[in-house]
């Protein structure tokens, strides 16, 4: 018997565009110590002036971050957050005080959200240059819903359908698993996957509630190494992680649903 592709060390497989992508959500984000400038307008503005032409709408917004301390859990002054949006409002780049973010609804390839991000770190050196990467995360989220939700256990792999491959599956309203894998020694990848019931998420920030059962598929690699902050070498290291959850992901799934959302070979 042939040996089996292993999904965290094998080559990850050619790219196959999915014609009816269930994909959510598309995230790169990568943190840094805090810039005090970043706070400021003043010296935002040509940081904006650069990215105009792809993401010509900014929304200011202001956020309260939760603090632990010995007092237990309390709410921490404002934050001020830049959000850059394309004119669809398809794409959103954030930018804050101690990170960069990018993220999409409407994502085409991997190559085109790549470039789009490589573009931001570029732009983030030129105005604000920071000194070191505190952490690198690329996380890509699925989504199964509808009709698609009752053939589960055709469109994954049985380590992944788990007990929505059993008799327990009609009886069975909400189901997640979570791993934490090393693919390679500076980076983790951590898979999240299963069956939600309506109106409820694992995560507000990133995956909006549904009002019908769904599945997801959420799959997030990120290294927390300490670093200098090199654009080029972050860029290549976003590629490597997108194609590792790619790796994952064609691993989890069947040919039935690559089929169902129209992958073709």
Do not use: C
């Amino acid at each position: 018997m042939a040996k089996e592709h292993d999904p965290l060390t094998g080559k990850p497989p050619a790219e196959m565009p999915l014609k009816r992508a269930p994909l959510l959500r598309v995230i790169a984000q990568v943190r840094f110590p805090v810039l005090m400038g970043i706070e400021t307008s003043e010296q935002v503005a040509p940081f904006q002036t650069a990215l105009r032409n792809v993401y010509p709408v900014l929304r200011p917004e202001q956020v309260r971050r939760i603090v632990l301390d010995r007092r237990g859990q309390t709410e921490g002054p404002p934050s001020q957050i830049w959000r850059f949006l394309d004119r669809a409002q398809g794409w959103r780049a954030s930018l804050g005080s101690d990170f960069l973010a990018l993220e999409t609804s409407t994502y085409s390839s991997r190559r085109d959200f790549l470039d789009r991000f490589s573009f931001l770190l570029r732009a983030l050196v030129e105005h604000f240059n920071p000194p070191t990467v505190d952490r690198l995360g690329v996380r890509y989220i699925d989504r199964v819903s509808g009709e698609h939700v009752t053939k589960l256990a055709a469109f994954l792999r049985p380590e992944i359908s788990g007990v929505l491959s059993t008799s327990l599956r009609g009886r069975t309203s909400l189901s997640l698993s979570e791993a934490l894998l090393s693919p390679q020694e500076d980076a983790s990848l951590r898979a999240r996957w299963g069956l939600l019931p309506p109106n409820t998420t694992p995560d507000p920030s990133a995956i909006e509630p549904l009002g019908e059962p769904n599945w997801i598929l959420d799959l997030d690699m990120f290294s927390q190494r300490h670093t200098q902050f090199d654009a080029d070498a972050l860029s290549r290291a976003a590629a490597a992680y997108a194609e590792r959850i790619y790796a994952f992901f064609r691993w989890a799934v069947t040919e039935k649903f690559l089929a169902t959302f129209g992958g073709e070979r």
